[in-house]
């Protein structure tokens, strides 16, 4: 079992920054990648950006290339999202997940919300 918490949004307005961190509890030792995903409402949940935890490895949603930055702390056991040039397109419940060697989201944090203001 992984707990999940994270902590930084906010209400922001348009070209703004923000940054949300995740930290990971339980057994995390067998963490193969974390990332983020969002929802905004009236819409399903969609993949924001995932890193690979031993390699550093990134992936990130097109619609965040270049804007967003995903990062982690090993020994903290913390992952990090960097976000840049905020739009409004982005408001969103933004949510951690560890994700498996399947590539699967087993675990969530209860979410954290981002409000980005014209």
């Known amino acids: 079992q992984v707990a999940l918490v994270e902590s930084g949004g906010g209400l922001v307005q348009a070209g703004d920054s923000l940054r949300l961190s995740c930290a990971a509890s339980?057994?995390?030792?067998?963490?193969?990648?974390m990332g983020w995903f969002r929802q905004a409402p009236g819409k399903e949940r969609e993949f924001v950006a995932r890193?690979?935890?031993?390699?550093?490895?990134?992936t990130y949603a097109d619609s965040v290339k270049g804007r967003f930055t995903i990062s982690r702390d090993n020994a903290k056991n913390t992952v990090t999202l960097q976000m840049n040039s905020l739009k409004p397109e982005d408001t969103a419940v933004y949510y951690c997940?560890?994700?498996?060697?399947?590539?699967?989201?087993?675990?969530w944090g209860q979410g954290t919300q981002v409000t980005v203001s014209s």
């Open positions: 339980g057994r995390t030792f067998r963490t193969y990648a």
């Open positions: 890193i690979k935890w031993n390699s550093g490895s990134t």
């Open positions: 997940a560890v994700i498996d060697l399947m590539g699967r989201p087993d675990y």
